[in-house]
C-alpha cells in the first residue's frame, strides 16, 4: 500500500497505527491526519528514536499493509 491510500483511508487504519504504535494518543492520531511526517514526528517524541529510525519504522509498517 502506498501512503496516498492510507492518507485517503486514514479514519479506517488508525486501528492499526495504534495496534503498531500503542504510546500514540488519540489526540496525537487526530494531528496526524493522514501526514506521513506527523507521524513520523510523533513517532519520534512518544518512543524517543531518531528521525531516521522513525521512518524506517514507518516504511516497514507500509510495507506490510
Do not use: F, H, P, S
Not at 486501528?15 to 492520531?29: A, F, P, S
Not at 496526524?32 to 516497514?60: H, M, P, S
Amino acid at each position: 500500500m502506498n501512503w496516498d491510500r492510507i492518507e485517503g483511508n486514514w479514519k479506517q487504519v488508525t486501528g492499526k497505527v495504534k495496534e503498531q504504535w500503542g504510546k500514540l494518543t488519540d489526540d496525537d492520531i487526530t494531528v496526524i491526519d493522514g501526514k506521513q511526517e506527523q507521524l513520523v514526528g510523533r513517532i519520534q517524541e512518544r518512543y524517543g528514536v531518531a528521525k531516521d529510525e522513525a521512518e524506517k519504522q514507518v516504511n516497514n509498517w507500509i510495507g506490510r499493509m
